[in-house]
């Protein structure tokens, strides 16, 4: 007979998934999001106060996930890593009425359509081959009537563009 | 201009390689991306590859979930094998180790197979040395020692383990290698500290490495190819590094005397 779940297992089969949608959700991959998320559930191990309510436990683990996010994207600036111990986690919700995201895929989905709506019209073009409908390169450029090398460069300019559009309206 | 267009193209080619690795679900390497601008852009191109999916392919898989759920299961049946009830502290721990916080990241530390038994020696630690420290390392790596409850298992002979070399053994409450690293000789446990796989010595490249997610532990005990190394230029032909930092492997102690060499394993 299995046992009951421990406090960790509790807290992990509660938020789990939200965490790994979370984290996912900005990080774009597969492979990335289970270190990350495996990060986040190892850390609780070893400093999460289980005996906190649960609304404090649930700030806690999305703060957490949102430092070590910020620490993945800053081995890409290459900045130096912040590392978990140097951050107070908290157990304040990360903004004020901020709640754990369950919402996240559509309003990740929305951003991408409010994005590209925000492009020129063969940027928007080659970023939807290649991300909406996940063409190759070679694919997207024969879609396009264009070179294999000319495809890179413009899915570069495109994402170019992307992040200063993505920018302005993060501001 | 000729040039210009020379640069734009390379850059193209080689943040293509960043695409390609994201849209094909793969582990891009930040090793393809300029730092600055083309790193804003691998996190737009993230957001995008992550909005632009179906709802069912943003999920975890499933065995993902179950490896991490049976480490939250093995913290739960190791911390409560310490007999200690967690404390309810009104306030934040002062930073520092303190008791409870030393035993539960030698319990983390431990892995899977070593958890109840790691967690025993743990608990005689901090009898000894309540609020303190590790035990002070000899050999000068920076992986706790660890001591506690236990006893001395011969686990193999110096002369088969020449300099370079590793050996694998495994008491009742421990997985390890003991490496004998230029002469020092060391114990190491042989559980990945990241999700608990058991780690492969390989001898060409002198390190631990990992057979799930491709970490690798020098003989020290220290992951070897993390962000660090990543920074300073990648880690011995390693197309990427290991993109997270990982604890230290646990260390149990070690001494050799007439030529044998014995482990310090906790009591069960």
Known sequence: MAQPPGPFERVYDAHAVGIYRFIYARVGNHPDAEDLTARVFLRAVEQLDTGRPPAQIAAWLYRVAQNAIADHWRAFYRLPLVGADHVGPGWEPVAPGDRPPTDEPDRAADRVRRLLGRLPPTYRRVLELRFLERRSVAETARAMGISDGNARVLQYRALRRAALVGEANDA | MPDDERRLDEAAERFGRYLDALLGDGRPSPAAVDDGDEAEMARTAAELAAGSRDAADSLPDPAF?????????????????????????????????????????????????????????????????PGGSPAPDPTGSGAPLVGGDGFWTEVATLADLPEGGALRFSTAAFDGFVVNDGGTVRALSAICTHMGCTLRFREEQGDLRCPCHGASFDLTGRLANGSRAWNDGGYLGDERAYPIDLPDLARPRVKVEDGRVWVWTAQV
């Open chain 2, 65 to 129: 979930l179950d490896q991490l759920k049976a480490r939250m299961r093995h913290a739960d049946e190791a911390i409560g094998a310490l007999g200690t009830p967690p404390p309810v502290r009104e306030r934040p721990e002062p930073r520092g180790l303190g008791r409870w916080r030393l035993t539960r990241r030698q319990v983390l530390q431990a892995g899977l197979g070593a958890a109840a038994g790691l967690a025993a020696g743990a608990a005689g630690m901090g009898l000894t040395r």
